[in-house]
């Protein structure tokens, strides 16, 4: 069972701090998920070396206060 079966919905985000996996997923799910990357840590200098994530931000830390309403679809939005 995939993770789209398990856990089905319009559109997913992904937050990762690898590069890597971020730009792998998005190569398989397209539009249908937004990446976001965290940069810091050891990974952080390996971004260049893949596809830009959708969204980048500085600290993780920077997830708690950032305004998320842009990513929802008018569709999604009640």
């Known amino acids: ?9 319009q ?3 992904l937050v990762d701090d690898k590069p890597r996996i971020l730009a792998a997923v998005k190569e ?6 937004t990446t976001m990357f965290p940069r810091q840590g050891q990974y952080a200098r ?3 070396a893949y596809r830009p994530a959708d969204v980048t931000v500085e600290r993780i830390a920077d997830l ?8 929802r679809s008018p569709e999604v939005t009640r």
Do not use: K, Q
């Open 64 to 71: 708690l206060t950032r305004d998320f309403a842009e990513l």
């Open 11 to 13: 559109h997913y985000v």
């Open 46 to 48: 390996d971004a260049n």
């Open 1 to 9: 069972m995939t993770s789209s079966e398990r856990y089905p919905a």
């Open 28 to 33: 398989t799910w397209g539009d249908r998920v």
